[in-house]
């Protein structure tokens, strides 16, 4: 998997300028490029002296995405790089399990996550004696994490996975024989990846009586209570409405979206997943349902392609990583991601089983 890189090599500051112009236009006042051009420099500027890499989740805002990274990508792309980076310094312009996972994958070198308050409901949604007290429940399941979650619970984990993979450690989980699946936290991302591999899916609160009614010998993926605080809030409705305004259009939706939105749309898959329909696959229209900077980056990467820039809901957490505070970490080299070294040790494999399945 190629991971995408950008050209934020740009040396001078009228280099950045018109790097930026050229990227942004159409999507972004000029007024605001103008505004932010001098800080994406500085940014540059620093981060080649301190030999740090960039990485920029695709959530960022567009002045962001467009000027700083040196790669950006999807939760899992993002992960790769970082597993195979020479850098010294790895700067994640994410949220803050993000910044957990490249720490774990390189415990030595200085890991920056520029807010310290870029959290995530997944990530919150579950803790390490939750899992204990699900692995008792469940004795002999497998225990698969999604990567939106701290190191503690990957700790406790046999696998991680990301929505770019999920389908994937699930059919190998199969083929190994596995019949109970523990599938953790996002409720909806388990149900639909259950559903995409025609395996039954139930709460894990559910009562002894649905339980017994899957035979021991059935495979069964079994899920946590936790919601994405920005997916869940897309309806149906919101789906048939875009189809009233836009019969044309091409509806991609994130899998952390309810299984009744996931039913109606024409597209399910990961940040990266909608990256590539949109380059590749030629359509009127796009409308995306996730976070609302991924229209604009696209609109701004892919200018021939008609996104219907329908912005309605942003992850508070991911616009908490502005150019501000990017610059103000590799300032002040904060805020640093430290793990305790048994956590990263008992995090790692499944972090590295996550990497290894594509
Ligand atoms: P991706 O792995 O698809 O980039 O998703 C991360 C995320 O936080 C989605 O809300
Ligand atoms: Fe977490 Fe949802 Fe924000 Fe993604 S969009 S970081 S899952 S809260």
Redesign the pocket.
């Known amino acids: 998997m190629a991971p995408t890189v950008t050209s934020s090599r740009a040396a001078s500051l009228d280099e950045t300028r018109s790097m930026m112009h050229e990227r942004l236009k159409g999507v972004v006042p000029e007024i605001e490029i103008e505004a932010k051009v001098e800080l994406a420099h500085a940014i540059n500027v620093r981060k080649r002296k301190m030999n740090a890499v960039i990485l920029g989740h695709n ?1 960022m805002e567009p002045a962001l995405y467009h000027s700083v990274p040196d790669y950006v990508g999807d939760s899992l792309q993002l992960a790769s790089i970082a597993a195979e980076t020479d850098a010294d310094v790895i700067v994640f312009c ?2 803050w ?1 993000m910044g957990e996972t490249a720490k774990v994958l390189n415990p030595s070198k200085t890991v920056l996550v520029p807010s310290d308050k ?6 919150e949604g579950i803790t390490a004696e939750d899992i204990k007290r699900l692995k008792e429940r469940f004795p002999g399941a497998v225990v698969v994490t999604y990567v ?1 979650t701290y190191a503690s619970a990957k700790a406790e984990s046999d696998y991680c996975c990301t929505s770019g993979n999920a389908d994937k450690v699930i059919g190998k989980l199969l083929e190994q024989g596995h019949t109970r699946i523990l599938f953790l936290p ?1 409720a909806y991302l388990a149900a639909n990846t259950a559903a995409q591999m025609g395996v039954p899916y139930l709460d894990s609160e559910s009562d002894a009586a649905a339980f017994d009614a899957v035979a021991p010998d059935q495979p069964l993926v079994i899920g946590w209570r936790a919601k ?4 869940e809030l897309f309806t149906p409705e919101d789906v048939d409405n875009i189809r009233r305004q836009y019969p044309d259009a091409v509806i991609l939706a ?1 899998p ?1 979206c309810s299984p009744e939105v996931i039913a109606k749309v024409d597209v399910s898959g990961s940040t990266k997943a909608m990256v590539d329909y949109v380059r590749d696959v030629d359509a009127p229209c796009y409308a995306l349902f ?2 609302c900077a991924m229209g604009d980056n696209l609109a701004a990467e892919f200018p021939h392609r008609n996104m219907i820039r329908a912005c309605t809901l942003r ?4 616009n908490f990583i502005t150019l501000e505070d990017t610059l103000a970490g590799l300032e002040k080299l904060q805020y640093k991601v430290a793990l305790a070294p048994d956590l990263i040790e008992r995090a790692r494999l499944p972090i590295e089983r996550m990497i290894a399945i594509r």
């Open positions: 959530y994410g949220v399990f870029a959290g995530c409901s997944l990530a939106n996002d994405c605080e920005v997916h994130h952390e996730t976070e992850c508070k957490h991911m």
